[in-house]
């Protein structure tokens, strides 16, 4: 199995920044996609931003230019750097990948969540 443990999350005001961090541990051969998705009450589940094992990126218009995602696959972590944060960000944020396991077994497994709040 693969686990995926979150961490950064918390209270900000309007323009502040936060940095989310993602670990994933366990069975792991190799890791493809690394993601972060977010879920504001009421609002269905949204791509935050996505990179790739080779680092191309994939960002939802929403965030563009404020959020950047980035990886070290040493210690297979993705990150969520998240600047000029607004009210509208404010969401549960999930990490997400993909990969095999040492068995070869494709595996695909999601974080608990991590609340982010941003104030006005």
């Known amino acids: 199995q693969v686990q995926l443990v979150e961490s950064g999350g918390g209270l900000v005001q309007a323009g502040g920044s936060l940095r989310l961090s993602c670990a994933a541990s366990?069975?792991?051969?190799?890791?493809?996609?690394m993601g972060w998705d977010r879920q504001a009450p009421g609002k269905q589940r949204e791509l935050v931003a996505l990179i790739t094992s080779g680092g191309n990126t994939n960002y939802a218009d929403s965030v563009k230019g404020r959020f950047t995602i980035s990886r070290n696959n040493a210690k297979n972590t993705v990150y969520l750097q998240m600047n000029s944060l607004k009210p509208e960000d404010t969401a549960v944020y999930y990490c997400?990948?993909?990969?095999?396991?040492?068995?070869?077994?494709?595996?695909?497994?999601w974080g608990q969540g991590t609340q982010v709040t941003v104030s006005s």
């Open positions: 997400n990948t993909n990969g095999k396991t040492m068995t070869m077994a494709p595996f695909s497994s």
């Open positions: 366990g069975s792991i051969f190799s890791i493809n996609d």
